[in-house]
């Protein structure tokens, strides 16, 4: 079984709906992340969170919430979703080495 | 964080070593060298990572030159599923602030 999973990996939806795209990890980390990758371009942070009570902004916040219900489980929300919010989502833990695990990823369209 | 420079493609034959060259002239003492690649729309993979030793683990390994401002991540037998984007990354150890640049795409040729 993957260590990190997402869900969904592909959704398709239309502007101006909220949708939440969800994390969960079997590797114990404290630490997990969301970015996002834009076709041909690399990756971008959008939140990152320590524990369950603490939750930090990255580069690209802006249009996006998360919310760390336990160690193991971090979702990211799009209140309002925008067509230039198409992109693959990725998450990710951090482990005792620095080293980061990231899921499969979620292909989200937004029309 | 410091600022890399990859060059956008190189190709490789198949069970021969690859050399991925990285160029990371304004690097700190303090920042470490990271290397991760992207097989298609994968999730990123952790590869390596050092600070000034060259470093060896079962996929590849890492030469930082002296002066620390360049470093190579050789794959030592390349094979076809070595195919991927792979991803130069300077920063602090521990630091959250993780920048994916735009990498280099390696394709390994039969």
């Known amino acids: 079984d993957a260590d990190v999973t997402q869900t969904p990996r592909n959704r398709i939806t239309k502007t101006g709906k909220r949708i939440m795209l969800e994390c969960s990890q079997t590797?114990?980390?404290?630490?997990m992340y969301w970015y996002r990758q834009d076709p041909g371009l690399g990756l971008q942070l959008i939140y990152y969170s320590f524990d369950v009570k603490d939750i930090n902004k990255g580069e690209i916040s802006d249009g996006y919430s998360v919310s760390r219900q336990a160690q193991a489980k971090f979702s990211l929300s799009l209140e309002s979703a925008i067509p230039n919010q198409t992109a693959l989502y990725f998450c990710a833990t951090r482990g005792p080495n620095d080293e980061q695990y990231f899921g499969p990823g979620t292909r989200l369209t937004v029309t | 964080d410091a600022k890399t420079t990859q060059p956008p493609s190189m190709d490789c034959a198949e069970g021969r070593a690859a050399n991925l060259p990285c160029n990371h002239s304004?690097?700190?003492?303090?920042?470490?060298v990271y290397w991760y690649r992207q097989i298609h729309s994968q999730g990123p993979q952790y590869i390596i990572h050092?600070?000034?030793n060259n470093e060896t683990n079962e996929m590849a390994s890492l030469i930082i030159t002296e002066d620390r401002k360049s470093s190579t991540l050789i794959l030592p037998h390349a094979t076809l599923r070595d195919t991927a984007v792979y991803y130069c990354i300077v920063r602090v150890y521990n630091n959250n602030d993780m920048r994916f640049g735009a990498g280099t795409r390696l394709t390994v040729k039969p």
């Open positions: 304004t690097i700190s003492g303090n920042e470490y």
């Open positions: 050092g600070l000034k």
């Open positions: 590797k114990g980390h404290d630490r």
